[in-house]
């Protein structure tokens, strides 16, 4: 008999590392809940919240979203994930956000993508994203079956408002600044796997390999 645990994993990343694209692909293998702060604030942003609002001027200039904003929406969305197993896509961002979720939560793995900066401006110069539901596509690398459709639902791709050059090179210099603290952080725990690559294709079965050391994929889960 298996013995179901749940994973607590975190997936950290420059901007356009491929954060959302490895975890639309663990979520599909691994009985995981997906939580990505950058899609929680879209959705803010979207609805015209007052964190919405809030965030929406420093997302739009490619800084950090201030930490007791974001503290006060996150940690309240995971919350409500108390009995699943989850995967945090784009948080813990600083140290602050990091300390104040060790204390609440048991972390098990922190997967490190570490993808050379320059191939991330081009990646991001060729996404187009679904605003709905936050999948994510790329003109060359992952298209949609109909240009600037979604493949679900048939509705118009967007470009994301912090995608313009300038914008990306902000953020690039933001997660120098900010986040490589958090993987410091998270490695002296002896909490981080690193992934090295230029192609999430490359980068997947290693992460999967990775996983599945801690959970067992759905694939094997349906003959018990
Ligand atoms: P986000 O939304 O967390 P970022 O900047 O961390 O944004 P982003 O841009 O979402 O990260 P990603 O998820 O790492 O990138 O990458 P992705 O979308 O999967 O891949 C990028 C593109 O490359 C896609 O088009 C994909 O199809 C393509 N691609 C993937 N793999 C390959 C490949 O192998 N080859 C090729 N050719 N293409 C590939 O945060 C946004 C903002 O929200 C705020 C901040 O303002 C932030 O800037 N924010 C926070 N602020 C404070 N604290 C937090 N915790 C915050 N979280 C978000
Ligand atoms: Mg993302």
């Known amino acids: 008999m298996t013995i179901h645990r749940l994973l607590r994993a975190i997936i ?3 901007p356009g590392s491929g954060k959302g694209t490895i975890s639309t692909r663990i979520v599909k293998d691994f009985d995981v809940k997906h939580l990505s702060s950058g899609d929680l604030l879209r959705k ?3 609805e015209k919240t007052e964190y919405g609002i809030q965030a929406k001027r420093y997302m739009d200039t490619g800084q950090l ?3 007791q904003l974001m503290l006060g929406l996150f940690m309240h969305e995971l919350k409500a994930l108390n009995d699943h197993s989850w995967l ?3 948080f813990p961002r600083t140290v602050e956000q ?3 979720l060790y204390k609440s939560q048991d972390i098990e793995v922190v997967l490190n993508l570490r993808i050379p900066f320059e191939v991330i401006i081009d990646r991001i110069k060729g996404r187009w994203t679904h605003p709905g539901s936050g999948r994510i596509y790329h003109v060359d690398f992952n298209p949609p079956k109909v240009l600037f459709k979604d493949d679900i639902t048939g509705e118009p791709l ?3 408002d912090d995608d313009k050059e300038e914008t990306v090179k902000a953020r690039l210099e933001h997660y120098r600044r ?3 603290p958090v993987l410091q952080y998270f ?5 981080v796997e690193e992934f090295s690559g230029t192609e999430s294709n490359e980068i997947w079965p290693h992460v999967h390999k990775a996983l599945s050391k801690i959970v067992v994929p759905k694939q094997y889960t349906h003959y018990e």
């Not at 490695?187 to 909490?191: D, I």
Request: charge should be neutral; aromatic fraction near 0%.
């Open 158 to 160: 967007v470009q994301r």
């Open 98 to 100: 990091a300390v104040a």
């Open 65 to 67: 979203v201030p930490d």
């Open 88 to 90: 945090l896509d784009g």
């Open 12 to 14: 950290i990343g420059a």
């Open 44 to 46: 803010q942003v979207q």
């Open 178 to 180: 900010l986040t490589h």
């Open 187 to 191: 490695s002296n725990k002896g909490l």
